[in-house]
């Protein structure tokens, strides 16, 4: 199905059975100095998890919920495991991808200080984030060390990187979780933001509501948001 084909289709935002959702934080080079805290490279990628429900699909409106005006974007490219495993080594990695598709890693940025060791409060909000359009299998990529990935608001550039400038590749990614964790197909794992999120500028660039978020992956497609006020009932 060419991407044309979904105007006016309610496209689901997750698998039919939904699995582990890994995060990882600060993966591009140029992050971990974006920063400005002057610290060394990192060792090992930093993970968090999401919940189902804090993702939306392709063309569905991400939430700003009533208890902040901190709603961030963050586009990145997601790796869906296909085959299971577990100490999968990286170079057997890819033969663990069953598909590659868009994500905006969406986050309420002062809820992620509430706690001194953990994110997860910041990023779990009910449909504060997006995955989609589609899923394309790992054989239409000839190099997954050379994807780019973009995201815009309202049409503006606002991050721009490819994954040759990632701290820790697709196939390390794999071999590291799954040291840990058992992969099965249906697991996703968001690969981590470029520069260029709305928390970066001065002074910070929100999202509000009628604002458009689009992430855009070399051989995926656009992953389209509006976003809108959650409405408490």
Same mark, same amino acid.
């Given at each position: 199905?060419?991407?044309?084909?979904?105007?006016?289709?309610?496209? /689901?935002? =997750?698998?039919?059975?939904? #699995?582990?959702?890994?995060?990882?934080?600060?993966?591009?080079?140029?992050?971990?100095?974006?920063?400005?805290? !002057?610290?060394?490279?990192?060792?090992?990628?930093?993970?968090?998890?999401?919940?189902?429900?804090?993702?939306?699909?392709?063309?569905?409106?991400?939430?700003?919920?009533?208890?902040?005006?901190?709603?961030?974007? /963050?586009? /990145?490219?997601?790796?869906?495991?296909?085959?299971?495993?577990?100490?999968?080594?990286?170079?057997? !990695? =890819?033969?663990?991808?069953?598909?590659?598709?868009?994500?905006?890693?969406?986050?309420?940025?002062?809820?992620?200080?509430?706690?001194?060791?953990?994110?997860?409060?910041?990023?779990? *909000?009910?449909? %504060?984030?997006? +995955?989609?359009?589609?899923?394309?299998?790992?054989?239409? *990529? %000839?190099?997954?060390?050379?994807?780019?990935? =973009?995201?815009?608001?309202?049409? &503006?550039?606002?991050?721009?990187?490819?994954?040759?400038?990632?701290?820790?590749? *697709?196939?390390?990614?794999?071999?590291? +979780?799954?040291?840990?964790?058992?992969?099965?197909? #249906?697991?996703?794992?968001?690969?981590?933001?470029?520069?260029?999120?709305?928390? =970066?500028?001065?002074?910070?660039?929100?999202?509000?509501?009628?604002?458009?978020? &689009?992430?855009?992956?070399?051989?995926?497609?656009?992953?389209?948001?509006?976003? !809108?006020?959650?409405?408490?009932?």
């Amino acid at each position: 199905m060419k991407l044309s084909e979904f105007e006016g289709v309610r496209v /689901e935002p =997750r698998l039919a059975l939904p #699995g582990k959702i890994f995060c990882i934080g600060v993966n591009y080079r140029d992050r971990n100095a974006e920063y400005r805290d !002057a610290s060394d490279a990192p060792k090992y990628p930093s993970i968090f998890m999401r919940t189902p429900g804090s993702l939306v699909g392709h063309g569905e409106p991400i939430l700003r919920p009533p208890e902040s005006q901190q709603l961030d974007y /963050e586009g /990145e490219i997601v790796l869906v495991i296909g085959k299971a495993g577990r100490r999968i080594p990286a170079s057997a !990695a =890819r033969e663990h991808v069953g598909a590659l598709t868009c994500g905006n890693e969406g986050t309420i940025r002062d809820w992620l200080r509430h706690g001194k060791f953990n994110v997860t409060q910041g990023k779990n *909000f009910e449909r %504060s984030g997006s +995955i989609g359009p589609v899923l394309v299998t790992t054989d239409e *990529f %000839s190099n997954l060390d050379a994807l780019r990935v =973009r995201t815009r608001v309202n049409g &503006e550039l606002r991050q721009d990187d490819t994954t040759a400038h990632l701290t820790f590749p *697709f196939a390390y990614l794999i071999e590291y +979780i799954s040291t840990f964790a058992h992969l099965v197909p #249906g697991d996703v794992i968001f690969t981590g933001t470029p520069t260029g999120a709305g928390a =970066r500028y001065d002074p910070p660039r929100w999202l509000v509501p009628g604002d458009v978020v &689009e992430v855009e992956v070399d051989g995926i497609g656009t992953l389209r948001n509006p976003i !809108a006020d959650e409405v408490i009932a």
